[in-house]
């Protein structure tokens, strides 16, 4: 995910972080509203009611933003943190995400299991590759993602994978494109900047 300020004539929508300082592209953001009783409440899908207030979805943005409750600042109001709040973060966009993709595999977009999203990728038909944060070194190894930026994610457990094809677990997986893939891309590279696992890094550091 990348930090650092943007040229001001970028086209992506840039919002600033209350945490960082600076404006990032609102993709690689979390948007906060303040309920009606001040409770500092994620707006994941960006359409709740309110002055939005953004934060970089990093660990280290978010537990700042927390420490130091710079949501009242920038709210210009008392605003009150709930307990868990990363936590509840972590498990919204998983929801947000599972749900992308089982809407995409509904239209034929999205595919899972080894062969089928080999295919693919050889084919060169898929366009956005997901893997399973708890799968092993070797199985995640043995598939290369798609060219371009951004096209490979493995934020996702086994388990949290699976429900998004109707499984109790899933590896692999592939989106053909759209405009779910699209929006699969933007909430997975928020949950990253969320949910680093030792595993992402290393599989990383080998593509």
């Known amino acids: 995910m990348t930090r650092g300020a943007r040229n001001k004539q970028s086209k992506d929508p840039?919002?600033?972080?209350?945490a960082l300082g600076g404006s990032y592209p609102k993709e690689e953001m979390i948007r906060f509203v303040l309920d009606p009783n001040g409770v500092v409440t994620p707006d994941i899908a960006g359409r709740l009611p309110g002055r939005g207030i953004w934060v970089s979805a990093s660990q280290a943005s978010l537990e700042l933003a927390i420490s130091k409750n710079l949501f009242s600042r920038a709210a210009r109001a008392q605003a009150?943190?709930?307990?868990?709040?990363?936590d509840l973060i972590d498990r919204l966009l998983v929801k947000r995400i599972v749900e992308l993709v089982s809407l995409a595999r509904r239209g034929g977009e999205a595919l899972s299991g080894f062969e089928v999203v080999k295919g693919s990728l050889i084919s060169e038909r898929a366009r956005l590759l997901l893997q399973a944060s708890d799968g092993s070194i070797r199985q995640l190894g043995k598939l290369r993602s798609p060219e371009g930026k951004n096209t490979y994610f493995n934020?996702?457990?086994?388990?949290?994978?699976?429900?998004?094809?109707?499984?109790?677990?899933?590896?692999?997986?592939?989106?053909?494109?759209?405009?779910?893939?699209?929006?699969?891309?933007t909430e997975a590279l928020r949950l990253t900047g969320i949910r680093k696992s030792e595993i992402a890094d290393t599989v990383s550091t080998e593509r």
């Open 155 to 185: 934020c996702l457990t086994q388990a949290e994978l699976g429900l998004a094809f109707g499984r109790d677990y899933a590896i692999h997986a592939a989106l053909t494109g759209g405009g779910l893939t699209k929006k699969v891309r």
């Open 14 to 18: 840039q919002r600033k972080c209350i």
């Open 80 to 86: 009150t943190i709930p307990e868990g709040l990363i």
